[in-house]
C-alpha cells in the first residue's frame, strides 16, 4: 500500500506561484509514477501532470503546459509541481495519484489509471 500526503496549496493572486509537494511512504517511491489531477467544485477531476518512474518522462495537460512543471526528488520520496502564470481557472483541490503498473498505461491522463491518492489540498487563485 501506499500513502500521499499533499502540501503546499493556499490562496494566491493571478500570475503568483505556488509549489505543491506529495510526500509518499509505504513502498518504495521509485518504483511508483506520480500524477497530479485537480477538482473543481462540480467539475470532475482532471489530468493535470504525470512523472514516469525514472524522471525521464513528463506529460502535461494542454491547460497547464508551459506554466507548470512536475519534478521528484525519489530520495525525499517526494514529487512536486511547480506552478507559476496561476489563473483564476487553475483553482481547485489537486491531488497527487501514484501508478505502480509495470508499464506506463495507454491512457495515462484518465484517473482510473493510478492506484492510491492524497487528500488533496486546496488551491486558490484570485483575480
Known amino acids: 500500500q501506499v500513502q500521499l500526503v499533499e502540501s503546499g496549496g493556499g490562496l494566491v493572486q493571478a500570475g503568483g506561484s505556488l509549489r505543491l509537494s506529495c510526500a509518499a511512504s509505504?513502498?518504495?517511491?521509485?518504483?511508483?509514477?506520480m500524477g497530479w489531477f485537480r477538482q473543481a467544485p462540480g467539475k470532475d477531476r482532471e489530468f493535470v501532470a504525470r512523472i514516469n518512474r525514472s524522471g525521464g518522462g513528463t506529460y502535461y495537460a494542454d491547460s497547464v503546459k508551459g506554466r507548470f512543471t512536475i519534478s521528484r526528488d525519489n530520495a525525499k520520496n517526494t514529487v512536486y509541481l511547480q506552478m507559476n502564470s496561476l489563473k483564476p481557472e487553475d483553482t481547485a483541490v489537486y491531488y497527487c495519484?501514484?501508478?505502480?503498473?509495470?508499464?506506463?498505461?495507454?491512457?495515462?491522463?484518465?484517473?482510473?489509471?493510478?492506484?492510491?491518492w492524497g487528500q488533496g489540498t486546496q488551491v486558490t487563485v484570485s483575480s
Open positions: 495519484a501514484a501508478d505502480s503498473s509495470r508499464y506506463m498505461p495507454t491512457f495515462f491522463m484518465n484517473s482510473n489509471e493510478y492506484d492510491y
Open positions: 509505504g513502498r518504495t517511491f521509485s518504483s511508483l509514477a
